[in-house]
T-cell receptor, first 115, second 112 residues
Framework: GAVVSQHPSWVICKSGTSVKIECRSL??????MFWYRQFPKQSLMLMAT?????????EQGVEKDKFLINHASLTLSTLTVTSAHPEDSSFYIC???????????FGSGTQLSVL | QKEVEQDPGPLSVPEGAIVSLNCTYS??????FMWYRQYSRKGPELLMY????GNKEDGRFTAQVDKSSKYISLFIRDSQPSDSATYLC????????????FGGGTRVLVKP
């Protein structure tokens, strides 16, 4: 299957700081990337959909000013958690889909802990 | 009612047994059906992908889709302890921007 690289795999930060998570498609061009959030023992919750070169589409209830998404190239999307607070602590996962490939591949996830 | 329902388990089986996982969905317009495996603190890994009713086999895995009943299944033959994970079913409607709708996941434990 296709490879999606997500970095960092875990991060600990102080409350009030911003954290950036990167998601790269290594062997295909990802026209669409998705960002999910997952709490322990729960399923994935879609936060937003990003298409290369355009603004991300956020799901209802997700603060777009809090979770900044940039998809500037066909291989890279970033999620920035701004002014992080302890309630933002969670497991964040990105996924990518190519133009001709209908399959969705996931990154390895980022565990964010806000102190 | 959730769009995709999945028994959360846990499902515990002895090594070598067949693992049987099921999901039901409510939207008959869903076109694509997937099964993912997720280990703790890792991203989901695509196991099976299908878009038609019937069976699809890949190694020890068989995915089954019954669109008339809106029912999807995954069977794992000769289960191994390394198959212990959470299994997520997912559906997709192309007209909905390729977004996946996930079931809640079923925890599977294969005991040696």
């Amino acid at each position: 299957g296709a490879v999606v690289s997500q970095h960092p795999s875990w991060v600990i930060c102080k409350s009030g700081t911003s954290v950036k998570i990167e998601c790269r498609s290594l062997d295909f061009q990802a026209t669409t990337m998705f960002w999910y959030r997952q709490f322990p023992k729960q399923s994935l919750m879609l936060m937003a959909t990003s298409n290369e070169g355009s603004k991300a589409t956020y799901e209802q209830g997700v603060e777009k000013d809090k979770f900044l998404i940039n998809h500037a190239s066909l291989t890279l999307s970033t999620l920035t958690v701004t002014s992080a607070h302890p309630e933002d602590s969670s497991f964040y996962i990105c996924s990518a889909m190519g133009l001709l490939n209908e399959k969705l591949f996931f990154g390895s996830g980022t565990q964010l802990s806000v102190l | 009612q959730k769009e995709v329902e999945q028994d959360p388990g846990p499902l515990s089986v002895p090594e070598g047994a067949i693992v049987s996982l099921n999901c039901t969905y409510s939207n008959s317009a869903f076109q694509y059906f997937m099964w993912y495996r997720q280990y703790s603190r890792k991203g989901p890994e695509l196991l099976m992908y299908t878009y038609s009713s019937g069976n699809k086999e890949d190694g020890r895995f068989t995915a089954q889709v019954d669109k008339s009943s809106k029912y999807i299944s995954l069977f794992i033959r000769d289960s191994q302890p390394s198959d212990s994970a959470t299994y997520l079913c997912a559906t997709r409607l192309k007209a909905a921007g390729n977004k996946l709708t996930f079931g809640g996941g079923t925890r599977v434990l294969v005991k040696p």
